[in-house]
């Protein structure tokens, strides 16, 4: 199912979980064409109660689009820092692991080779060819 959002300066988008359970993808963010050349805006994501961090900078002319691969399946907050609105498109996908939680998840990682706890990423192969570090 297609996803599509604008989200305004000084407005912040909820990003309420599918009811069905799908993960939300986000795929692009763009900022629209009547924008001045120049006129920078950067999209930013909250989840649950960590600070925002920056998914992008949109700069008018110079990076119009920017290609995102994110998915979410729990709350968030999207906003802008800047003046103009950027407009968010992606789609709702069936979450990974076909939905049953008695199936193996995948590997959880908690602690990368840098020391970073990380506590909500699974690995998962694509294929049966997929190999794994």
Known sequence: MFYGKVVK???????????????????????????????RSSLLIKLADEEPVVLCTLRAGAQDTVLLDQF????????????????????????FGGGDESEEEGEEYEDD????????????PRSSTAVLP
């Open 9 to 39: 300066a000084g407005k912040p988008l909820p990003l309420v979980p599918h009811p069905d359970g799908y993960s939300l993808h986000l795929s692009q963010a763009s900022l629209s064409a009547s924008v001045k050349e120049g006129s």
């Open 72 to 95: 979410l399946d729990e709350y968030a907050e999207l906003s802008v820092d800047g003046k103009d609105s950027i407009h968010v498109t992606g789609y709702y996908s069936p979450q």
């Open 113 to 124: 080779a840098y020391g970073v706890s990380c506590s909500r990423c699974y690995c998962q």
